[in-house]
């Protein structure tokens, strides 16, 4: 089976009747042959009839866009486990100066049922609300926009150092839960990465592998149809080893590796900017080296680690480009991570100035998207969908300063002199960034679209 490039956002799909079809995606893995996609598809002792559908492809990361989905916003009354403020506000007290966020979501398409009232006032005087993940109506709804724009999915974002706590880990399990039922229902896929961020380093691996066999085995969390595959297996991701900030081993971290692989995975490291040379936020220890290159697939951290289109640049340059460079001569795939601004004011109690890095209308976005697929990446990790505490939230947030909270520090998306950007620029964006990646477009130094 055959179909032309331009149409990689597609799936293959296939049914044995007509009459009441129960599409299915072909899993065979699919090979670019001149100007045309193909999968070779063996006989089967039935007829098959064919389609391409409006789904991810599940079975390859490459091609591919995947943001983070961090899905750690609770709310008092959202019947969670937690059933109180986590990540919108410092403290449970809801109001202007303990607040954690830079950015504000918009809302408007909400229904009632999927808003949770703050102690913060609109200007015409009205409650400010917010969301919450554990609502599953909210994240289908951030599905449907990923669908509608074409994107691919996410890495749910899995905090290893909350899971001890049974209300935690009942929480995690509830926002898995929903982020599986928002791919399935709009076609996008979607892995577990772990972030092992202030996790407890004698329990770490024991953590790691406890909870792993509990997503594998109690909520199989692969055997969805969603979930993304890589190379023939289920993708996880770690992210954290490594860094200065952790004084984990060489050795810990390769019998992390391992035991993933042993499960049957392809494995994803979220590793320091500078682990190839051992330098800078990496660990020193020359073990790091056999240990980063364990990984199948290797994803630098690469936000607030330049802050201009000039940083971008050369951050393409002395990074980007040696370290595809040395992915490819060991066989390991590589997925640097773009980020469309940064700002934690709030999330810092002000130590750092409001729109830290700012955006640019989209610009900056723009240019690491552009770096990056002309260096020759062939996948993209998209910091993040939802992470308003840092400003490198993607979803659709507020345009201008009439729609915020009034009191507040929050940097609305006219920031930086661009003035007509509707709410969902930068998921339209995205969108035009994967399909650069696919090769659906052009290759583009500048954005291809007008708001």
């Not at 913060?120 to 926009?145: C, E, I």
């Not at 982020?179 to 709009?186: L, T």
């Not at 297996?233 to 900030?245: E, I, L």
């Not at 920031?415 to 659906?440: E, F, I, K």
């Amino acid at each position: 089976m055959s179909w032309p490039t331009n149409l990689t956002s597609l799936s293959l799909l296939f049914a044995t009747n007509l009459v009441s079809p129960d599409w299915q995606v072909v899993t065979n893995a699919c090979v670019l042959s001149g100007t045309q996609y193909c999968a070779t598809v063996p006989n089967a002792a039935q007829p098959r009839f064919f389609q391409l559908g409006a789904t991810v492809d599940p079975s390859t990361l490459t091609g591919k866009m995947l943001m983070g989905y961090q899905g750690w916003f609770a709310c008092p009354g959202d019947h969670s486990p937690m059933n109180k403020w986590e990540h919108w506000f410092a403290n449970q007290t809801p109001v202007a100066t303990n607040l954690t966020v830079d950015f504000w979501p918009d809302l408007s398409e909400c229904d009632p049922d999927e808003l949770y009232p703050t102690n913060l006032k609109m200007a015409d005087g009205s409650t400010a609300n917010v969301y919450s993940p554990w609502n599953q109506k909210t994240v289908l709804r951030h599905f449907k926009w990923m669908k509608d724009n074409h994107l691919d999915g996410v890495f749910l974002q899995r905090f290893t150092s909350e899971l001890g706590t049974p209300s935690n880990f009942a929480w995690r399990n509830g926002v898995a839960s929903n982020v599986c039922a928002g791919a399935e229902a709009y076609g996008r896929v979607f892995a577990i990465m772990y972030d092992i961020s202030g996790q407890n380093e004698a329990t770490l691996l024991s953590t790691l592998t406890n909870d792993w066999l509990y997503m594998l085995n109690t909520m199989n969390i692969t055997n969805s149809t969603r979930y993304i595959r890589h190379k023939g297996k289920p993708v996880v991701a770690v992210w954290g080893f490594g860094f200065t900030s952790r004084t984990n081993t060489p050795a810990e971290a390769q019998t992390a590796i391992s035991f993933f692989k042993a499960t049957g995975c392809t494995v994803m490291g979220g590793v320091p900017t500078y682990w190839r040379t051992l330098t800078s936020d990496s660990n020193t220890n020359a073990a790091w080296a056999a240990a980063y290159r364990s990984f199948d697939i290797i994803s630098p951290w690469s936000v607030t680690r330049f802050n201009s289109l000039s940083g971008a640049d050369s951050f393409k340059v002395n990074l980007i480009i040696p370290d595809l460079a040395d992915c490819t001569a060991h066989g390991i795939d590589y997925m640097p991570v773009i980020f469309p601004g940064f700002s934690w004011y709030n999330l810092q109690d002000g130590t750092y100035p409001l729109n830290q890095i700012p955006r640019l209308g989209g610009t900056f976005y723009w240019e690491q998207v552009y770096n990056a697929i002309s260096a020759g990446c062939t996948m993209l990790y998209g910091a993040m969908f939802d992470e308003m505490n840092e400003g490198t939230a993607m979803l659709k947030m507020v345009p201008n300063a009439s729609g915020l909270p009034v009191g507040c520090s929050l940097v609305p998306l006219n920031s930086d002199g661009y003035v007509n950007l509707p709410s969902d620029w930068y998921l339209r964006l995205a969108d035009q960034a994967s399909q650069m990646l696919r090769g659906d477009i052009p290759l583009r130094p500048s954005i291809p679209i007008t708001p």
